[in-house]
């Protein structure tokens, strides 16, 4: 419920924001952007807290709006995407985005190979000494946590080659005029 909300939530405040960047002159997909570089920063604590949490409601609460902030990205991304690529790439564009979305996949066995891995080192053989509990929760909170702050990074930068256009606007100079 919480991801559908998100990304239905982040489609229509990005169409909001890029209308606003649009008429302070600046290019519409990078107001587009601003949704998913608030979204990725508002998800790393809200991660951090679902994974150290006292408790299993309360993870669950963090987790709840984790995915309530995280999940705005993907109608922006897909809206900024198509309206970015030349005529007659968007299919080899969304192409592209799926198979990145695909290998991104991989990262939960990444990151449970890498929890086997320290969790053997730690483990004393009590399961209940707790150590195995902070070695999973160490490793989800940096890895995620750093994806969604690269991710940020990432927006970001998109955002800002948009920010040529408002130049270009401000000194009088068109894109094709500037070559």
Same mark, same amino acid.
Do not use: H
């Given at each position: /419920?919480?991801?559908?909300?998100?990304?239905? $939530?982040?489609?229509?405040?990005?169409?909001?924001?890029?209308? *606003?960047?649009?008429?302070? =002159?600046?290019?519409?997909?990078?107001?587009?952007?601003?949704?998913?570089? /608030?979204?990725?920063?508002?998800? /790393?604590?809200?991660?951090?807290?679902?994974?150290?949490?006292?408790?299993?409601?309360?993870?669950? !609460?963090? !987790?709840?709006?984790?995915? !309530?902030?995280?999940?705005?990205?993907?109608?922006?991304?897909?809206?900024?995407?198509?309206?970015?690529?030349?005529?007659?790439?968007?299919?080899?564009?969304?192409?592209?985005?799926?198979?990145?979305?695909?290998?991104?996949?991989?990262?939960?066995?990444?990151?449970?190979?890498?929890?086997?891995?320290?969790?053997?080192?730690?483990?004393?053989?009590?399961?209940?000494?707790?150590?195995?509990?902070?070695? $999973?929760?160490?490793?989800?909170?940096?890895?995620?946590?750093?994806?969604?702050?690269?991710?940020?990074?990432?927006?970001?930068?998109?955002?800002?080659? =948009?920010?040529?256009? *408002?130049?270009?606007?401000?000194?009088? !100079?068109?894109?094709?005029?500037?070559?």
């Amino acid at each position: /419920i919480f991801g559908a909300t998100s990304g239905v $939530l982040g489609g229509v405040l990005s169409d909001e924001a890029g209308k *606003r960047a649009e008429a302070l =002159g600046y290019d519409i997909n990078t107001g587009r952007l601003v949704v998913p570089i /608030i979204g990725s920063l508002l998800a /790393i604590p809200t991660w951090y807290m679902c994974v150290n949490a006292g408790s299993f409601d309360m993870a669950m !609460l963090f !987790l709840a709006s984790e995915y !309530l902030v995280a999940e705005c990205w993907f109608g922006p991304i897909i809206a900024v995407l198509q309206s970015s690529v030349g005529a007659g790439k968007g299919g080899t564009a969304q192409g592209m985005f799926t198979l990145v979305g695909g290998l991104a996949n991989f990262a939960p066995t990444l990151l449970g190979s890498t929890y086997a891995g320290a969790a053997a080192v730690v483990a004393d053989g009590n399961s209940s000494s707790g150590g195995e509990q902070l070695v $999973l929760s160490g490793i989800l909170g940096t890895a995620v946590c750093s994806g969604y702050f690269l991710s940020a990074i990432a927006f970001a930068l998109s955002g800002w080659s =948009g920010l040529d256009n *408002r130049n270009n606007a401000i000194i009088g !100079l068109s894109k094709s005029k500037s070559k």
